[in-house]
């Protein structure tokens, strides 16, 4: 399984200088790869193959006057750019044959000079390196300046280079896990848990214990707004709405990172102290088009989904996804009665078959934690579901602190 590990970097002024170059350059290679492959659609006859266009788009570009400066930074990141080109184009038309899950994608665009993020890639070709002192060795930019926040596992295959829209720099390590040694950083756990999501509380799990939502949005919206309202007062092109636009992407970002912190803790937690979890497919998309659409972005319930269903693969846990259309609101997970839909506002309520007392949002992480499949049968058997397939993402903070008790961390960035 391959991971990423991000952290971040500070180069100095020299160094800047020379990735923005490396920015730019990797651009240009992607456009023109784009107009190449448009031109010869357009013109009816068959795309171009990797490697005419490297020959045309890199080798032969920089001994033109137009393009000689290609060959100020890392031919590696240039032969990045076209595999990026061909990597859109294959997703493209996988999409268009119905061979790619998801909402359909277009075609690649191009690339502007004005895009607030960045970024290049160095793979083991380009020679780069860690130092002994802990910097970050780039071909044609230096060796830059790295705050390591936990250790590399092993050594990676590629690093990119990331300029996010709020001027930070990022490297980002591509690694392979090794089973091995997840399998034992990881306690056995035989325990088994639902877990419903929400607003007034972000998770509930069915044994009852409630984490509260930290609201990482609404807490930052004044600071948020009164950000945008003084970019909106800036002149267009001046040197002070460049300064007010950073500040408002800053604001954003650590709304972001605060959110993410905490998505990770509590993933991690949860996948540390359950060998199974149900959860809800959410509809998001649907609930963001509603009166609750800034809550449920604020929630960010489907990158947690995400994180729970990556590290279990990795750490040889279950992650079981429940139909949304699954009634859990509305069954008491005591006698399995059907008790009809219940406006939002209700938050308690009493089964008529039963009389049991129910809090809604416990009593739907019980009826989800059974319909996936986690329950005690009547025999005492529990019933194991198999492993959730995984897409590669960024790894979490190794700082993991008990949220089950309620504490929410405090904003803080990533790596």
């Known amino acids: 399984m391959q991971l990423r590990y991000a952290f971040r970097l500070y180069p100095d002024s020299g160094q800047r200088a020379a990735l923005a170059r490396a920015f730019g350059c990797a651009r240009v290679v992607f456009n023109d790869a784009v107009r190449a492959r448009e031109d010869a659609r357009r013109a009816g006859e068959a795309f171009p193959k990797a490697g005419e266009l490297s020959k045309r788009l890199i080798t032969e570009a920089k001994r033109t006057e137009a393009r000689s400066w290609l060959g100020e930074v890392s031919a590696v990141i240039l032969q990045q750019s076209l595999r990026d080109v061909e990597a859109a184009y294959k997703n493209f038309f996988a999409s268009l044959k119905g061979e790619r899950q998801g909402a359909k994608m277009g075609g690649p665009r191009f690339k502007s000079r004005k895009d607030k993020r960045q970024s290049i890639r160095f793979t083991a070709n380009a020679r780069w390196s860690i130092t002994d002192s802990g910097r970050l060795n780039l071909p044609k930019v230096g060796a830059v300046k790295v705050k390591w926040s936990r250790t590399l596992p092993v050594q990676p295959s590629s690093v990119t280079v990331i300029k996010d829209a709020a001027g930070r720099y990022f490297a980002s390590f591509v690694i392979d896990t090794d089973p091995a040694a997840d399998a034992a950083r990881m306690p056995e756990s035989d325990q088994m848990v639902g877990i419903d999501l929400g607003l007034t509380h972000f998770a509930v799990l069915s044994d009852g214990t409630k984490i509260d939502s930290p609201r990482f949005l609404r807490r930052a919206e004044k600071k948020l707004k009164k950000a945008q309202r003084e ?23 650590q709304v972001a990172d605060a959110r993410r912190e905490f998505h990770h803790q509590l993933s991690t937690q949860l996948i540390r102290d359950s060998q199974a979890i149900g959860v809800e497919d959410l509809a998001v998309k649907g609930l963001a088009r509603t009166r609750l659409a800034k809550s449920v972005h604020d929630a960010g319930w489907a990158q947690f989904v995400h994180m729970l269903e990556y590290k279990a693969v990795r750490y040889g846990r279950s992650v079981v996804k429940i139909g949304r259309f699954e009634p859990t609101s509305q069954v008491c997970s005591e006698c399995g009665a059907k008790d009809g839909p219940k406006p939002l506002h209700i938050r308690e309520w009493t089964c008529a078959a039963c009389g049991t007392v129910h809090d809604r949002d416990h009593n739907a992480a019980k009826n989800v934690k059974t319909a996936a499949g986690l329950a005690v049968t009547a025999c005492g058997a529990r019933l194991r579901p198999g492993l959730v397939l995984a897409q590669r993402d960024e790894t979490g903070s190794h700082g993991l602190s008990t949220l089950l008790s309620g504490r929410v961390p405090g904003p803080s960035g990533p790596g």
């Open 231 to 253: 970019l909106s007062r800036k002149q267009k092109g001046s040197r002070n709405r460049e300064k007010a636009r950073l500040k408002v992407a800053r604001a954003h970002a």
